[in-house]
């Protein structure tokens, strides 16, 4: 997964049921899927979607069904081009105090009594970039509340974890405002991939002490570097190496001749790791402590237990 910009149109094609007749007919054809109630796509080009772009394209179906309906949650957040995990489902709206709560279509409509900035991207009308991380780090994982907000330290160059606390500790209402202290206080704009957020969370609660970010060693970069062991953690990814950009191979090759060059000066162990090391934990904390490195703390086993659950689950 990596992060994006907000990207102002749909993904793929959306047709509106008014303007194609025997919509019944092609999607048992296999030529259309429905995307919201009321709006479909063609099955080739939905098909080709990776989960979380399937979620942009039905917020952008949304949009042409429910236009002066801001998206709040993870619905904004792809709007606004912050990192998306899977595809949450539901589309998710916010409307005022005097409104219903409810779950439609696959629209979840969200009601607050405290103020969201609103604002547009694309046409589209949305939570404001700092709400919106605050609205997620209220109530989803904080792994990835932590991601969200990364994202949109990097996105928004002006903005300030301390902006994000502030925000958060001003809303009137306290509910989650507790929960999300710990992505609120610990966000920052140097890791580069959602990965990278979500490892950071996974390290800490393995009980390692904390690395330094995006240090250099020598000519290149490492994700994560723990000076006293001379440890470089790199977080991979799984698209690194899977043919997609090019010869996985040659990828591997000049992985092992980066290694050797961080060797070189005074690394003493490169782990490597990815998706899959980081949400199972264990593959990560062997790979860790092979590395030489060792817990400093207890491992905090409930967001470890729950961060699988919460990455595949639709919110």
Known sequence: MTDVMPLLTSPIPLI???????????VRAGELVPVLRGVYAPAADWARLAPWERHLARVHALVLLRPDDPACLESAAALHGLPIFGDPGTVHVIASADATSRLIGGVQTHTTRDAREIGTVGGALLTGLVDTVIDIARVRHPAIALATADAALRRDPSLTVEALVAANESRSSTRGRRHARWALHRASALPESPLESIDRAVIEWLGFPEPELQVHIGD???????ADRAVAGESDGDLKYDGRFGDPLTALRER??????????GARAVPHWGWSEALAADPLDSLLRSAGLRSIRPREHAPLFSLQRALSRPR
């Open 256 to 265: 092992h001749r980066r290694d050797a060059r961080l060797f070189r000066h």
């Open 220 to 226: 290149d970069r490492v994700d994560k570097w723990w």
């Open 16 to 26: 509106h049921a008014r303007d194609a007749p025997h919509t019944t007919r092609a």
